[in-house]
């Protein structure tokens, strides 16, 4: 919680920053909502695993009509209980990691679950900026989404595209149009620069 109410630090990214640039906003994803992402995944997984581990089970019991001692069942719902707590614990850790920021060049992403990764996009080529509130902002009502960058490097070329994403994001229509005012300026004050 004190993450939360503490005021977002700028100097996380100066590993990265270049030469007379400057964070102007860093962004936080909105912890439930990533936390849940990361959730509804491992359930997915998990949906596969007792499918693979009980089914085979049942249907031998149901064709020779005999019963299957509980511990082969166990260590299907063992198995599916560890993927939903290291699911969980993998989650936390990538969101103490995770930050969103763009400065007066660049936009700037720094994730990472062992360590910690940056990957950055100039704004001189931001082709095109998307938002997406998909079924689960809306069904959450965490009044979040995610805004995509699109370049010639990293096209998007579809919804679900991995480039360059602020993903979780709070306010995902308010800070698309402040991130594509910002795109614009910095576009503009390079449009004569080869």
Known sequence: MENENKVLDATLFDNVLEK??????VIKPNKFKLIFYWMINAFWINLWIAIIGILPI??????????????????????????????AIL??????????????ARILIRTGIIGIDYKSLDMRY?????????FWDKVLKQETGTITFGSMSSPMS??????YNFAHVEKPYELYKEMKQVVEEVKEKYKNVI
């Open 158 to 163: 579809s919804s679900k595209a991995v480039g």
């Open 58 to 87: 049942v249907s031998t019991d149901l064709e020779n009509n005999t019963h299957t001692p509980w511990g082969y069942y166990m260590i299907t719902v063992a198995i599916i209980l560890v993927v939903f707590v290291v699911a």
């Open 20 to 25: 007379n640039e400057q964070v102007l906003k």
């Open 91 to 104: 989650a936390y850790v990538y969101y103490k990691n995770c930050y969103y920021a763009y400065t007066n």
């Open 126 to 134: 931001v082709g095109a900026l998307n938002v997406r509130v998909g």
